[in-house]
């Protein structure tokens, strides 16, 4: 797997790939991975999604890589999309995002973008009570953290207020949203997180004109991780609806 850094308006992007992905005239997966992701997650999509696309993956901002000039979903939405414009001109793209990420891909306008692939959007953060005890203590034992807590997730130093993001949905490309099948609520002790889109959201999302909603069976906020051949299936049939969609 190889780095390379593409520099955009806010600063530079890494992006990690197979040698030769970047160069092809191939279309692409791009991957946007979620707060705090260990650097290997989805690090092997080109596997998935290969011979006849390449893929790419990238971490969010800060997360071991350089901070950008601004902080905010939709500022790296407008990094990525200069990151298309530089790294992927005269490609198809389509955007693949966990989480956090997910928000990052549906902020991101680009021409190139034919469809977005979106992994548990957490739409409305106040009501993320499984990490309510973890962003507490991530803003009280991580200074560097704050910027993004509070910019992402409304986390403060005394409560979490929370940020929605149902308006990225409006002007953004087809999109495919996947949703873990273990509801948010009620609060409850459980092995593993819930989803973290909750019923009202997933009504919403099920009326808005573009959108294809699936439910991971068994999964919770983790689909990646607990539904793998559900994700497998659901990026190859993106990918022909994405070829069909694409600009010529």
Do not use: C
């Not at 990151?83 to 956090?100: E, F």
């Not at 910019?151 to 130093?157: L, N, S």
């Not at 929605?164 to 509801?183: I, K, N, R, S």
């Amino acid at each position: 797997m190889q780095t390379t850094v593409v520099q955009t308006g806010l600063g530079p992007i890494p992006l990690w790939a197979p040698p030769g992905a970047l160069t092809s005239a191939k279309p692409m997966v791009l991957v946007i991975t979620g707060a705090w992701a260990p650097a290997d997650e989805m690090i092997r999509t080109a596997q998935v999604v290969g011979p006849a696309w390449d893929a790419a993956v990238m971490r969010l901002p800060g997360n071991g890589t350089p901070v950008l000039a601004e902080t905010s979903v939709a500022a790296w939405g407008g990094a990525v999309s200069d990151l298309i414009g530089i790294a992927l001109a005269g490609r198809p793209v389509m955007l693949v995002g966990l989480s956090i990420g997910a928000l990052v891909a549906l902020a991101v306008r680009h021409p190139r973008v034919a469809r977005i692939v979106a992994l548990e959007p957490p739409l409305d953060t106040g009501k993320l009570w499984p990490l309510a005890e973890r962003l507490q203590a991530r803003w009280r034992e991580t200074p560097a953290d704050r910027t993004f807590l509070e910019a992402v997730f409304g986390q403060g130093a005394a409560s979490l207020e929370g940020r929605t993001y149902g308006h990225l949905f409006a002007g953004a490309p087809p999109a495919d949203v996947a949703l873990g099948e273990v509801a948010l609520y009620p609060e409850r002790p459980l092995p593993r997180f819930p989803s973290f889109v909750d019923t009202p959201e997933r009504e919403w999302l099920a009326r808005q004109p573009g959108v294809a909603l699936h439910v991971a069976p068994g999964a919770g906020h983790n689909i990646h991780v607990f539904a793998a051949p559900f994700l497998r299936d659901l990026l190859l049939a993106a990918m022909d609806k994405a070829l069909a969609e694409a600009e010529p």
